[in-house]
């Protein structure tokens, strides 16, 4: 990936663990999971479009 090994990643849970705290590091996981999603979709999407040859909706004008 971004040649993160095992020992790479455990530091990074643990200083996550020391700044978020143990309590609110699985919500702090969730919301930065869900950013992902977004972005990946995002960032798909144009590319869907291309491959389907539909275009998008023209905005309406005001």
Do not use: C, H, N, Y
Request: charged share 25%.
């Amino acid at each position: 990936m971004f040649g993160l090994g095992l020992p790479e990643l455990l530091l990074i849970l643990i200083i996550a663990l020391i700044f978020v705290g143990p309590g609110k590091l699985p919500g702090v996981g969730a919301a930065i999971g869900k950013a992902i999603a977004e972005f990946r979709k995002t960032v798909t999407k144009p590319d869907k479009e291309a491959q389907s040859g539909e275009t998008p909706p023209d905005k309406p004008k005001e």
